[in-house]
Every structure is written in structure tokens, then in C-alpha cells.
């Protein structure tokens, strides 16, 4: 595989922690919260009087009053509705089939809220936030912050904690997948071993036969809060999940394993990209914030199509290399990571490091995927670049009226921890250019939490 590296950004400076983890009251309020038969739900007037779909974005946030929620922005990054939540949210899952989104709550939390979003033709238009349900975590279990729909939308699966046989170490905590029935009020109908300890971010396939689950390897127990409880024995893997039906078969479970010197590398955050390659953004567990941490643990992984294809129930990770230099700059975390089908590239955000690597646009032509199927790697290569504390990231593939006609159809919306919002679009020449619209990236009056969420709305 030929992996070309390249550095354009100088040493980037902290990034400033944003949020706090749950504590006893959050806890009281989510329980609170999740008896109640609705939350603050409060539709803004949209800016179009079209109802034809039109592109969304969701994603956890902190409001300026220090309350948390969901927030949906248009692709200016304009709030179109949001609702309370009790505490800190995640990751989304959304299903284009059922037009249905899910938020789930932050780790160790134990709410995730099901909802709707729809737009009607009154004067003004508007789009309207309809919780559908709300789901908690079942005794003895809470959610990891992420989750997934089945391709017909029947099924949600999500990241979970099993520390009910645990005393407070992490000796027995164990990661599994709850598996939620759509069509029957998003009942629990069974669980399954995740084939590791802290799964994260979990993904369906593009063929929709194939659950994956990055398992972090970090245990933890909510007595503990966010305590790391095992890095000196944390193993992280990809674990990959036969579905049949939309159900998870445990009976030909697929792993791939970090290599020994990697062990405190947590795999957290993946996706599909359009050679039906997965990649893999992780975070290096150092035993202090501060610590220097070796650079030769690269924090980007890769299951190649290839690797899929093979029956081996075990293999190793792909871990293209990586400049020290560079890998000082991410800052040892990579905090999302998203694919855009348009320009058929990746980006991983790094929060810490305040910026984003993209694997650079790579060919889908019959001679590209013509190899491919022989078994070898594309070639492509990582760019730097310097855009601030970015962390959520969605394709889009949209553009803005404001945008001069120059503007490319393909590209990015960003968001940071300091409530900017930024729209970047593909150049196959030049990479990514920012919409000079936004002089620097849109401020608003939320925080955005690491994750970003993209959909179509459908009325």
C-alpha cells in the first residue's frame, strides 16, 4: 500500500476541554427526564418555504444558559430546532429508509431519545423536532454514546456496558450490542457480546449484511465516572458481526487485532468507504495527560476490501505510517471520522491537535477497482490541515445560494467545540477550499459536541 505523508501545520496548541461528565443529579435528571412524556421542543422558522427534502445536520450541543441537547442546523449552520436532553449527548444513528434519527447520551449515560424531524407548508415553513420514544438502558447497562439502524430501518443497535457482575475495578464489565425492535416501540429484544470491552462507534455495512464495532478496550464502571480502569491491560479490536435478516449471527464472529506494540491505541471511531474499505481513527491512552507519548503508535487503521473477503475469524490491522511530526500535531486523538461518496474521500478530525487529516480523492475508475479486486491497496495520501478545533464532521453535497458559481458540489460542514461552523469544499486539484461566505467558519451560541450527523428530511 502506498501511503503518501504530508505536513503543513505548525505545532497546534491545546484545545480547551469543553462539558462535564455525568454526575448524581445529571443522573436524577435523566431519570426525571426519560418518566416524562415530552421535553422542550422548540421549532424555528425555516428560511425556505419549499417542502421538498432538503439537507440536515444534527448533533449534540451545550447551549449558552449551560443546558444540553440536540440541535438541527441547516447547511449554513443556522438552528432549525432542537430539544432538551439531561445531560450530555454523543453520537447519533439515523435511518434514511424510516426517516427516524436517534441521540444517545454520553458515557455512562443512560437515555436515547428517538425523533422525528418533519416540515409542513405554513407561512413561514417550518421544521418540526417529534420525539418518537425514549429509550433507557436496562439494569445494569448503559450506553457508549453511539449506535446503528439495519439497512430497512427495522432494527437499532447500540454501543452498551455490562457492569452489573462488576464491584467498581473494571475486572468484569463486558461490551455488548442491544438490539432494539423498531417497529414494536423500539423494545430491548436481545443482546450480544460486542467481542470486547468498550465498544464506541458501531456501523452497518453499506450491503447491510455486516455489523461493525470498534471496541475500545477501555473498561470503565459508572461508579467511576470516566475513569480508565485497565491501560495497562486495555486490548482494543474491530470486531465484525454477521447479520442475517437485520439480526446479529454470534456463530462467525470476525475480529481484527492491534499488534502487540499498539496495545494502548483505543480503536473508537470508523467508516465504509465507497471500495468497501473500512478505516479506523483511534485515540492513544497515555498514563498522564501531559506524558510524552511515543509517535510510533500511528492512530489510523484500516481493514482493506480484501481483508473482508478472507473467512480467517482473526487477522491484523493495517497501520499506514505516519511522520512523528505529524502525529504530534493530531495530538494522539482522533475524535470522528466521515466519508463523502461524491469525492470519494475521508477526513479524521482531530479536536486536540485543531485540525483534520483527508485521505486524498482516489480513482473509482474500472482500472482502480480492477486492482482492487485482485488485492491491492489504491494508493492515495494524508493532507494536514490547520482549521481550528474541529471535531464533528458530515459530508455534504449541497451547495450554499451564497456560494459563487465556482463553488464545488462536494465537500464538508465542520463544526467545533467552541461553536464555529465551517463549510469546506473538494477541489480535486487542490484539495479543500473554505466557503469564503463564512470569513472563518460561522459562529453560533452552542457548543457542538464531537460528532456531526447528516440527513435529508423527508415530509
Known amino acids: 500500500m502506498t501511503l503518501s505523508i504530508s505536513n503543513n501545520q505548525q505545532q497546534a496548541s491545546q484545545s480547551i476541554a469543553r462539558g462535564c461528565d455525568d454526575t448524581r443529579r445529571q443522573l436524577l435528571k435523566s ?54 436532553l439531561p445531560s450530555r449527548a454523543h453520537g447519533m444513528a439515523h435511518s434514511a429508509r424510516k426517516n427516524i434519527g436517534v441521540v444517545f447520551a454520553r458515557r455512562p449515560g443512560n437515555y436515547a431519545v428517538v425523533w422525528k424531524l418533519s416540515e409542513n407548508s405554513g407561512l413561514p415553513a417550518r421544521a418540526e423536532l417529534e420525539i418518537v420514544t ?12 453511539h449506535g446503528a439502524f439495519s439497512a430497512d430501518g427495522r432494527w437499532l443497535y447500540a454501543s452498551e456496558n455490562n457492569f452489573a457482575a462488576d464491584n467498581g475495578d473494571g475486572k468484569l464489565v ?20 460486542s467481542g470486547g470491552i468498550g465498544p464506541h462507534e458501531i456501523i452497518v455495512s453499506a450491503d447491510g449484511t455486516t455489523l461493525f464495532v470498534a471496541n475500545g478496550g477501555i473498561a470503565t464502571h459508572p461508579a467511576r465516572g470516566r475513569e480508565k480502569l485497565n ?37 473508537r471511531h470508523l467508516v465504509e468507504d465507497g471500495l468497501g474499505n473500512i478505516w479506523i481513527g483511534g485515540q492513544y491512552q497515555s498514563d498522564i495527560a501531559t506524558a510524552k507519548i511515543s509517535t510510533d503508535t500511528p492512530l489510523v487503521a ?6 473482508r473477503r478472507t473467512s480467517e475469524p482473526l487477522q491484523s490491522l493495517e497501520l499506514p ?22 469525492s470519494n474521500t475521508v477526513i479524521f478530525t482531530a479536536a486536540k491537535g485543531q485540525g483534520y487529516l483527508q485521505v486524498s480523492p482516489f480513482s473509482l475508475s474500472t482500472e482502480v477497482e480492477g486492482r482492487d479486486k485482485r488485492g491491492d491497496a489504491f494508493t492515495g495520501s494524508f493532507t494536514w490541515h490547520d482549521s481550528g478545533e474541529v471535531s464533528g464532521v458530515a459530508a455534504t453535497t449541497t451547495r450554499v445560494e451564497a456560494l459563487s458559481e465556482s463553488a464545488m458540489d ?16 473538494d477541489d480535486g486539484a487542490e484539495g479543500l477550499s473554505q466557503d469564503q461566505q463564512s470569513q472563518g467558519g460561522r459562529r453560533t451560541t452552542m457548543a457542538f459536541d464531537n460528532h456531526l450527523l447528516g440527513f435529508q428530511s423527508q415530509s
Open 31 to 84: 431519570l426525571l427526564y426519560l418518566a416524562s412524556p415530552s421535553s422542550a421542543l422548540l421549532p424555528f422558522a425555516a428560511t425556505s418555504e419549499a417542502v421538498e427534502p432538503q439537507d440536515y445536520f444534527a448533533s449534540g450541543v451545550q447551549f449558552a444558559n449551560g443546558d444540553y441537547g440536540l440541535a438541527i442546523v441547516d447547511g449554513s449552520g443556522k438552528l432549525k430546532a432542537r430539544l432538551a
Open 134 to 145: 425514549k429509550i433507557t438502558a436496562v439494569t445494569g447497562r448503559h450506553f457508549y454514546g
Open 174 to 193: 463486558a461490551g455488548i450490542i442491544g438490539v432494539y425492535d423498531a417497529q414494536n416501540g423500539y423494545q430491548r429484544v436481545m443482546e450480544i457480546s
Open 231 to 267: 491501560l495497562y491491560t486495555m486490548r482494543s479490536n474491530i470486531t465484525a458481526v454477521p447479520l442475517r435478516d437485520g439480526l446479529p449471527d454470534i456463530t462467525n464472529l470476525r475480529q481484527w487485532l492491534l499488534p502487540a506494540h499498539s496495545q494502548r491505541l483505543s480503536l
Open 302 to 307: 484500516r481493514i482493506s476490501a480484501q481483508q
Open 321 to 342: 505510517e505516519i511522520s512523528s511530526n505529524l502525529q504530534d500535531n493530531l495530538r494522539h486523538y482522533i475524535s470522528s471520522v466521515a466519508y463523502n461518496p461524491v
Open 410 to 425: 462536494s465537500g464538508w460542514r465542520m463544526t467545533t467545540g467552541k461553536g464555529e461552523w465551517f463549510t469546506l469544499w
